[in-house]
């Protein structure tokens, strides 16, 4: 099982990015899908989880409005719409896959991948 985010990169303040959580081995859709961030000298945080009972989404204070999961079964992918980008959301985005529930610490997840760099800067 691999889960790989992608689709990071360099955009200015105000700016937007999308994000892709693909996986191979594993269909998405059984899953809770949690995006987590871990900026420069931070911890890793969850940002946002799409539960797999009901599809109920959560959002941390510092993304909600602006930042937006969505999934596309057919792609077996899960993508972060993210808008209005600030210089405090650098950091690198990670993906994971738990069979149950969103968790709120990033090794309690059953399947994880390494994560892509997001950098907001002028």
């Known amino acids: 099982v691999q889960l790989q985010a992608s689709g990071g990169g360099l955009v200015q303040p105000g700016g937007s990015l999308r994000l892709s959580c693909a996986a191979t081995?594993?269909?998405?859709?059984?899953?809770?899908i949690g995006w987590f961030r871990q900026a420069p000298g931070k911890e890793r945080e969850l940002i946002s989880c799409n539960s797999r009972e009901h599809g109920t989404i959560h959002y941390v204070d510092a993304v909600r409005g602006r930042f937006t999961i969505a999934r596309d079964n057919a792609k077996n992918t899960v993508y972060l719409q993210m808008l209005s980008l600030k210089p405090e959301d650098t950091a690198v985005y990670y993906c994971?896959?738990?069979?149950?529930?969103?968790?709120?610490?990033?090794?309690?997840?059953?399947?994880w991948g390494r994560g892509t760099l997001v950098t907001v800067s002028s």
């Open positions: 994971a896959a738990d069979w149950r529930l969103c968790r709120p610490s990033f090794s309690d997840y059953d399947y």
């Open positions: 081995g594993v269909t998405l859709a059984d899953y809770a």
